[in-house]
């Protein structure tokens, strides 16, 4: 079993940046990837960025290229997502989801989701 606990979420205006992080705890040792979704209201929850606990490699959704960036400190069992140029849009509740193995779609372990909204 995992746990994760993000935190980080917050009130900011358009074009302001946050950081999103994710602490993972119990079975780390084998986490094969870790991601950042975000679900806005009435809307589908969508997958924003994921990165490899590995190898480090990572991908993005194309509308948040060139904004948010995924990282990991492997010591600490935590993943990150720094948010830059933060719209409107953005606004979701923002949810960390890890594998501990691999797997073709989809996540096993969910953290409680942190709000994040962006004023105009």
């Known amino acids: 079993q995992v746990q994760l606990v993000e935190s980080g979420g917050g009130l900011v205006q358009a074009g302001g940046s946050l950081r999103l992080s994710c602490a993972a705890s119990?079975?780390?040792?084998?986490?094969?990837?870790m991601a950042w979704f975000r679900q806005a209201p009435g809307k589908e929850r969508e997958s924003v960025a994921t990165?490899?606990?590995?190898?480090?490699?990572?991908s993005y959704a194309d509308s948040v290229k060139g904004r948010f960036t995924i990282s990991r400190d492997n010591a600490k069992n935590t993943v990150y997502l720094q948010m830059n140029s933060l719209k409107p849009e953005d606004t979701a509740v923002y949810y960390c989801?890890?594998?501990?193995?691999?797997?073709?779609?989809?996540?096993?372990?969910w953290g409680q989701g942190t709000q994040v909204t962006v004023s105009s």
């Open positions: 989801a890890a594998n501990q193995f691999y797997r073709m779609s989809g996540y096993d372990y």
């Open positions: 119990g079975r780390t040792s084998s986490l094969y990837d």
């Open positions: 990165i490899r606990w590995n190898s480090g490699s990572t």
